[in-house]
């Protein structure tokens, strides 16, 4: 009964996630329909994407999901939260977590030279100090007519080990993306993104009402839990409106595929 609630939740607009993550997902669908042979994913975090994925493409050989770090301590402790709070959960933002194949720095990459069909990175760029190793790094492990495939934010919230935000870096508009192809000799694709100022509204909007919830004392934590509900919904309502015809100046995320020649 609980999961049923959950999902009913999580695939409405009183989620205040919903408008991001659906613009979210149609983007990664659009730009990963082709997606085939090995695969290697930076800075994979909570390993969703592996997951998922390995789900929808069956012609997916060998998926190597890394990141910097294992996390397993702060995994535990949002899987244990999550089983804890259910549904307040959501609100939070929290994910159940899995292990990762391997721990290890985008800009050193313990694998030999043309070995991935496709490189991917999903929110990771932007927490990287050194664009120029990710992107010699990345060039270096795939083959000859493989894919970089890099999506990053754009106007989304400071975010990177609460409170201080030290590692959120950088944000990357078309410019960038044109000035590395040149550099590193990949040929740029495509940049494509799928949301403009309604999406980047809601969720800003939301994300803050969400800082607020955890962040006020218990009675406005309490009014705000009882209004977010129709809050959530009236922005991603609004923001689904306005992004029919999408301002790309005003995106939230944008995704680069670059391709070595």
């Known amino acids: 009964m609980i999961k049923k609630i959950i999902n009913l939740i999580i695939n409405s607009p009183l989620y ?5 993550w659906k613009k979210s997902r149609e983007a990664n669908n659009y730009i990963l329909k082709s997606i085939h042979g090995r695969i290697i994913e930076v800075g994979a975090g909570d390993g969703t994407m592996k997951s998922e994925l390995l789900k929808k493409h069956k012609n997916i050989k ?3 999901a890394t990141d910097y770090s294992s996390w397993d301590k702060e995994f535990e402790k949002i899987n244990q939260t999550i089983i804890r709070s259910k549904i307040l959960a959501l609100f939070l933002s929290y994910r159940k977590r899995i292990k990762l ?9 313990p694998y030999k030279d043309n070995t991935f069909d496709y490189h991917l990175s999903f ?7 050194n664009h120029d190793k990710y992107f010699e790094e990345a060039t270096r492990v795939v083959k000859r007519g ?16 609460e409170p201080d935000h030290k590692f959120d870096y950088f944000r990357y508009t078309n410019g960038f993306f044109y000035g590395m192809a040149e550099k590193y000799n990949l040929k740029l694709n495509k940049i494509y993104n799928n949301t403009g100022f309604g999406t980047t509204f809601a969720s800003l909007t939301n994300q803050w009402l969400i800082q607020r919830i ?11 839990l009882v209004f ?23 995106a939230t995320r944008f995704y680069a595929v670059l391709e070595k020649k």
């Not at 205040?16 to 991001?20: C, V």
């Not at 929110?123 to 990287?128: A, Q, S």
């Not at 955890?214 to 705000?224: A, Q």
């Open 16 to 20: 205040p996630h919903w408008l991001e």
């Open 101 to 109: 194949d391997n721990i290890c720095s985008a800009e050193k990459l």
């Open 123 to 129: 929110e990771v760029l932007e927490h990287i100090q």
């Open 214 to 224: 955890k962040e006020s004392n218990i009675l406005f934590k309490l009014f705000i």
């Open 228 to 250: 977010s509900p129709f809050l959530f919904t009236f922005t991603n309502l609004i923001g689904l409106l306005i992004d029919l015809n999408p301002d790309k100046r005003f």
């Open 146 to 161: 493989g894919k970089i495939i890099v999506a990053c934010p754009f106007l989304f919230r400071m975010h990177g080990v």
């Open 62 to 64: 060998e998926y190597l």
